[in-house]
């Protein structure tokens, strides 16, 4: 006998929904991290893991821990500073979107273009 179905907003469906998005950004993720670890390496001659510590930090929003030495790098390093802040919230607002369908549906609220009957 096959169990039953879950609810298509149970805490366990909507946990699936945010891996699957989470999987889906992973490899953006880690080409994000990538390009952070080859600007703290080629422009201020980091050795790979002193750059992967720095783009790791950004990323995670913490902040540099090695200070750059060169103009070239301060500014690349701080444009990808920038893009990890806005990597990070895309990636918070892609996987709190099943968790927000969730409560609208527990809620009831309207999602759809359906006009109400008056």
């Known amino acids: 006998m096959r169990p039953a179905a879950l609810p298509p907003h149970h805490p366990l469906?909507?946990?699936r929904g945010m891996g699957a998005r989470a999987?889906?950004?992973?490899p953006f993720g880690a080409a994000t991290l990538a390009g952070g670890m080859a600007i703290y390496h080629w422009t201020d001659g980091l050795p790979w893991p002193d750059s992967f510590l720095n783009?790791?930090?950004l990323l995670g929003g913490m902040?540099?821990?090695d200070q750059l030495k060169t103009n070239t790098g301060k500014w690349l390093a701080g444009s990808y500073a920038l893009f990890a802040g806005l990597f990070f919230i895309v990636l918070a607002g892609v996987m709190l979107g099943p968790v927000i369908h969730a409560a609208l549906h527990r809620f009831h609220l309207e999602t759809g273009d359906k006009q109400r009957s008056e």
Request: a neutral charge.
């Open 13 to 15: 469906i909507v946990a």
């Open 23 to 26: 999987l889906a950004l992973l």
């Open 55 to 57: 783009a790791a930090m």
């Open 63 to 65: 902040g540099p821990v």
